[in-house]
């Protein structure tokens, strides 16, 4: 069978496709708690979730952090994390559009979130087969707002910018998103 399919959406993970503000913010905590750092939630949803890490955790633990620490604290978020995803909501709405479109357009994910806890968190909601490429912070070198995620699931798919949209939430997504030339979709509120 032939694949026709022209056109590429894809989607951010935190904020967009899923609401995981308390499962990184729970995750945090326990993991910043042994350097005796407290993180504020409101603080943690408005300046923290959806970064990337090493560009928070150093002003939680007020600029003292090493390399060597901010891997450590990495490390623990990640693995706290699943055991806190009963506390994520799903974008239901946007959920219902990626199965409606699935045979007219490819689908993709790109994300400043770890694979181990992007992997966790479709499989807990079982809709790890909706997308067929999924990019990491693994395989990014320069996270948003630049836009070499993008760039890369474009070109996987061969499909350019003016034939692309990208669903984002986080002022830094929608930037990356821009700087790609694709069409944007600002995800608010689910």
Known sequence: ???????????????????????NWLSYQEAVRPYGADIDYAYFRDF????????FVPVLLGGKADEDQLKAIHAAKKAAYQKHLSEARMNWALFDGIRAQRDQMHTAIVTTASRKNTEEILDHFAVRELFELILTQENITRVKPDPQGFFMAMEYFGIPAERTVIYEDSDVGIEAARRSGALVLRVVQF
Do not use: I, P, Q
């Open 48 to 55: 923290c979730n959806g970064r990337h890490y090493t560009e």
């Open 1 to 23: 069978m032939t694949d026709n399919r022209t056109k590429l959406a894809v989607y951010d993970l935190d904020g967009t496709l899923f609401d995981t503000s308390r499962v």
